[in-house]
């Protein structure tokens, strides 16, 4: 008789314990506003109640969601909380989670079309549904010369932006040589950081990355642009990328793109943009006009994560001619070669970005579609820029608080009359009450609050809520100075 341990997990013993942590899943989203949403530990508080050393037998479920109750749970920084409006959202949905659980479960490595089929045949189609959604040019649509791809986030789509701008720019010899010459890519000063990553990955180098000035609304001035672009030029410079914004992450400023497409075109440069936040905001008719310019575009990327209801990670990178990114990042071993690649006839997605391995994010993505329809996630879309209109106005309507940029969507800028300092403290006294979290941004030296109200479960009450607290609080700060 055969008395070796099975060290797995049986089958009826994954059935409960699974039922117990969707149970679990669903408590914690009925009762995620009574935790603290900015968490309160120290540094070092929790890995001083974790044990040095790995236990030699295996523990049960129950001791491990034990500790994850007492010892996780007081770590957390609620995401998912109503009354979250830091940064820009991470939101995700019940279709979400159960369709990540499901792809968590199928355990899939979709690399090649050969290893999974369906991974890659969904994500083309799932890719192809929201560039109408977004209403894209065609040119970016897989049965088009572009196609569309799921990355991990806006930071790894800019990469590779990059790296099949430069290589088109140099007709593919840097890959060969490694010499990027005198390459220079442009952003404006309120371009995420993310692309200042991008460019020194890609051996470019921050010393040719130029960083152009913005309007009175933040946003990319061409004309600048297109100056410091004939300036390198008659310096003997090559350049050859530029990312436009469609929502920044400071004040969600809004890149001219029809002009600086044109310059794109005027000049032959890459032509990228980075929707992150805001691009979700497309799908509904009367924000389409934030998109005017795409046409231009010669690859765009927004985040699902963020604003669609889609659990993180989850970034849509589109292309306009797919045949620069796979020449760019295409390299095929022996061990990957199969008839199917052969053919010619699928597309095997590890050439679209940097990563050879990838996991099924399109049956999140596919779930939270089909769950919402196209008109559930407008009507969400929406409401939430509903309310933070509303909000704007109240703070418009104040005399302690002044709007500090435009208004276009879900995120408000405010300051309060008092200055830096008071804004400062006032944001560090609300947040340490754990009962809201908002975050803030330097623009032009000045402190500025941020609200971004995108939370999946954020309503009105919500945020008529915060914003008495932040008006009470402010009052309290007062009397205290007098």
């Not at 935790?35 to 790995?54: F, H, K, R, T």
């Not at 499901?102 to 799932?126: D, F, N």
């Not at 799908?283 to 046409?295: D, S, T």
């Not at 927004?302 to 306009?320: G, I, L, R």
Request: hydrophobic share 40%.
């Amino acid at each position: 008789m055969n008395t070796t341990k099975n060290y797995h997990m049986s089958a009826d013993e994954f059935r409960k314990q699974g039922k117990q942590m969707i149970d679990w899943i669903a408590d914690y989203y009925e009762n995620v506003e009574k935790y603290p949403v900015l968490s309160q530990v120290q540094p070092g508080e929790i890995s001083d109640q974790l044990p040095p050393a790995p236990p030699a037998d295996g523990e049960s479920t129950e001791q491990i969601m034990a500790d994850v109750n007492s010892v996780i749970m007081p770590g957390i920084t609620h995401w998912q909380s109503p009354n979250f409006y830091a940064y820009f959202p991470s939101n995700t949905s019940g279709p979400s989670i159960l369709g990540d659980l499901l792809s968590s479960g199928l355990g899939v490595q979709g690399m090649i079309w050969a290893t999974s089929p369906a991974c890659t045949e969904l994500e083309t189609r799932v890719m192809d549904w929201l560039a109408a959604m977004l209403q894209l040019p065609e040119k970016f649509r897989s049965d088009s010369t572009g196609g569309g791809v799921i990355q991990d986030t806006a930071s790894s789509a800019a990469l590779s932006a990059v790296l099949a701008a430069r290589e088109r720019k140099t007709n593919y010899q840097t890959n060969d040589s490694g010499n990027t010459g005198q390459l220079v890519a442009y952003i404006s000063n309120q371009t995420h950081s993310s692309l200042e990553k991008a460019v020194k990955i890609a051996g470019i180098g921050r010393n040719n990355l130029r960083l152009i000035g913005v309007d009175e609304h933040l946003a990319m001035r061409p004309d600048l642009l297109e100056a410091a672009i004939r300036d390198d030029l008659q310096n003997g410079r090559i350049p050859f990328f530029v990312c436009a914004t469609v929502g920044t992450t400071s004040t969600n400023a809004m890149d001219p793109l029809t002009e600086i497409g044109q310059l794109c075109r005027k000049y032959d440069l890459w032509m990228h943009i980075d929707a992150a936040m805001s691009g979700t905001a497309a799908i509904c008719p009367e924000y389409r006009h934030l998109l005017n310019g795409v046409e231009l575009a010669d690859s765009f990327s927004f985040n699902p994560h963020k604003w669609m209801f889609t659990n993180f990670d989850c970034n849509c990178f589109y292309v306009a001619d797919r045949s620069v990114l796979i020449k760019t990042l295409s390299i095929l071993p022996e061990y990957l070669k199969n008839r199917a690649t052969e053919s010619g006839a699928v597309i095997d997605y590890r050439d679209w970005h940097v990563q050879l391995g990838r996991r099924f994010r399109s049956l999140k993505l596919w779930f939270v579609i089909r769950h919402y329809g196209v008109n559930g996630l407008r009507y969400h879309i929406q409401e939430h820029i509903r309310i933070a209109q509303q909000f704007a106005s109240w703070v418009q309507a104040s005399a302690e608080f002044n709007l500090s940029a435009p208004v276009p969507l879900n995120l408000v800028c405010f300051t309060h009359k008092n200055g830096d300092d008071f804004n400062r403290l006032l944001l560090e006294t609300i947040n340490k009450t754990g009962k809201m979290y908002f975050t803030h941004t330097v623009v032009d030296g000045r402190f500025i609050l941020r609200m971004c109200i995108a939370q999946t479960g954020t309503s009105l009450a919500h945020v008529r809520q915060a914003w008495e607290m932040i008006r009470q609080t402010a009052e309290e700060l007062e009397r205290n100075k007098q």
